[in-house]
């Protein structure tokens, strides 16, 4: 028997919470800017990285998510219904990426930035031709995207079209400006794809259904661990000791690629979201997580300008001027150090405002609708 709120609930509260992770990410930047990367094993401390990786949850998850949404939005509207709604939303979701969250990165449009939405967007206006196929067929569609990726590493081309697909990178359009491809697609869809043929799992009986997300989590991690150890398959940047203890061997051996995600990454970041989605089911919900998850579109819409600009006022109050050039040659302010604990300051007083900011704008919206 079905336990519909509480599935619902569920992945709301996991939405919400990997949304905040993503805030956390986004505050890094703004507020956190740093001459190394945190990933960068010759120059990063264990906070920084740590704090970094975590982050790397997000995509992965929402992604995930996103496909198996659209599974149980089918069930109660239909397949012609769930077909439009995806091609509509997945067109909303690119004209944005392309507008708007590209200007927010930026305040202003040197060049246009396809990051998660581009992926989101693309995977939907996918998923809307995928969703007339059977579910087997739909799950075979996702595992041929994402099981081979990684034998693509080593191919190149000098194609528009193997960006967008499998390399990414920068597009040149007229002089400066041009497109910088951070998603290309072909993991990503085949992501929202596995989601998707992932649905039906919601309509089990609660216990089963959480001890199948525990077992799936400890699947993935124990084929990461396998694969990883001897660098088998599966990411192109091998693992190695470091020569300086062991977090330093540890970081190294999780430090998978991301840009696009290897097959490793999305082992290891699946292997973490599955079970959280089985300890959802098992808590009471924090308030303003499941606000979070119930409202994603909203907080992603306005989260990353509204940090840039409060980032931009610490800056100047703080150093007189703010760093310019990002994100290819950061400049940074005279005296200027970058700080990890602004960063988490930063990241929990940006959540309490957006939290502010998400009820009003619900509260408006709900009243409007009455």
């Given at each position: 028997?079905?336990?519909?709120?509480?599935?619902?609930?569920?992945?709301?509260?996991?939405?919400?919470?990997?949304?905040?992770?993503m805030?956390?990410?986004h505050t890094?930047?703004f507020f956190?800017?740093?001459?190394?990367?945190?990933e960068?094993?010759?120059?990063?401390?264990?906070a920084?990285f740590?704090?970094?990786?975590i982050?790397h949850?997000?995509?992965t998850?929402?992604?995930?998510?996103?496909?198996?949404?659209?599974f149980?939005?089918g069930?109660?509207?239909g397949?012609a219904a769930?077909?439009?709604?995806l091609?509509s939303r997945?067109?909303?979701l690119?004209?944005l990426e392309?507008?708007?969250?590209?200007?927010?990165?930026q305040?202003?449009?040197?060049?246009?930035?396809?990051q998660?939405?581009?992926?989101?967007?693309?995977?939907?206006?996918?998923?809307?031709?995928?969703?007339?196929?059977?579910?087997p067929?739909?799950?075979?569609?996702?595992?041929?995207?994402?099981?081979p990726?990684?034998?693509l590493?080593?191919?190149t081309?000098?194609?528009?079209?193997?960006?967008?697909?499998?390399?990414?990178?920068?597009?040149?359009?007229?002089g400066?400006?041009?497109i910088?491809?951070?998603?290309p697609?072909?993991?990503?869809?085949?992501?929202?794809?596995?989601?998707?043929?992932?649905?039906?799992?919601?309509?089990?009986?609660a216990a089963?259904r959480?001890r199948?997300?525990?077992?799936?989590?400890?699947?993935?991690?124990?084929?990461f661990?396998v694969?990883?150890a001897?660098n088998?398959y599966?990411d192109?940047?091998?693992?190695?000791?470091?020569?300086?203890?062991?977090m330093?061997?540890?970081?190294?051996f999780?430090?998978?690629?991301?840009?696009?995600p290897?097959l490793?990454y999305?082992c290891?970041?699946?292997?973490i979201?599955?079970?959280?989605l089985?300890?959802c089911?098992r808590?009471r919900?924090?308030r303003?997580?499941l606000?979070?998850?119930?409202t994603p579109?909203?907080?992603?819409?306005?989260?990353i300008?509204l940090?840039?600009?409060?980032a931009?006022?610490?800056?100047l109050a703080?150093?007189?001027?703010?760093?310019q050039?990002?994100?290819?040659?950061?400049?940074?302010?005279?005296?200027?150090q970058p700080s990890?604990?602004?960063v988490?300051a930063s990241?929990?007083?940006v959540?309490?405002?957006?939290?502010?900011l998400?009820?009003?704008?619900?509260?408006?919206?709900?009243?409007?609708?009455?």
């Amino acid at each position: 028997m079905m336990d519909k709120p509480t599935r619902l609930v569920s992945i709301d509260l996991l939405r919400g919470f990997v949304i905040a992770l993503m805030a956390l990410e986004h505050t890094r930047v703004f507020f956190g800017p740093a001459s190394f990367r945190p990933e960068d094993l010759d120059a990063t401390t264990p906070a920084w990285f740590w704090t970094r990786w975590i982050t790397h949850l997000c995509a992965t998850t929402f992604v995930l998510l996103a496909g198996s949404s659209a599974f149980l939005r089918g069930e109660t509207c239909g397949t012609a219904a769930l077909s439009r709604y995806l091609a509509s939303r997945g067109a909303l979701l690119l004209v944005l990426e392309a507008s708007w969250i590209s200007f927010s990165w930026q305040f202003g449009f040197n060049f246009i930035i396809l990051q998660v939405l581009w992926a989101l967007g693309a995977g939907m206006l996918t998923l809307a031709l995928l969703v007339w196929l059977p579910r087997p067929a739909v799950a075979a569609i996702a595992a041929l995207l994402i099981l081979p990726h990684n034998l693509l590493d080593g191919v190149t081309l000098e194609s528009v079209l193997w960006q967008a697909w499998h390399k990414g990178g920068f597009v040149p359009l007229s002089g400066q400006f041009g497109i910088f491809i951070v998603y290309p697609l072909m993991p990503w869809l085949g992501l929202i794809a596995a989601g998707y043929a992932l649905g039906p799992i919601f309509h089990w009986e609660a216990a089963r259904r959480q001890r199948w997300l525990m077992v799936a989590g400890a699947v993935l991690l124990l084929a990461f661990i396998v694969l990883r150890a001897g660098n088998l398959y599966g990411d192109p940047d091998p693992w190695s000791p470091q020569g300086k203890g062991w977090m330093f061997d540890l970081m190294s051996f999780l430090r998978v690629h991301k840009y696009p995600p290897s097959l490793l990454y999305l082992c290891v970041t699946l292997g973490i979201a599955l079970p959280l989605l089985a300890w959802c089911e098992r808590v009471r919900p924090p308030r303003a997580l499941l606000l979070f998850g119930r409202t994603p579109l909203f907080f992603y819409v306005i989260h990353i300008a509204l940090i840039q600009f409060l980032a931009g006022l610490y800056m100047l109050a703080r150093y007189g001027s703010r760093p310019q050039g990002w994100p290819i040659v950061v400049q940074f302010p005279p005296g200027y150090q970058p700080s990890l604990p602004l960063v988490y300051a930063s990241w929990l007083g940006v959540l309490l405002l957006i939290y502010g900011l998400t009820l009003l704008w619900r509260r408006r919206r709900l009243a409007s609708q009455t």
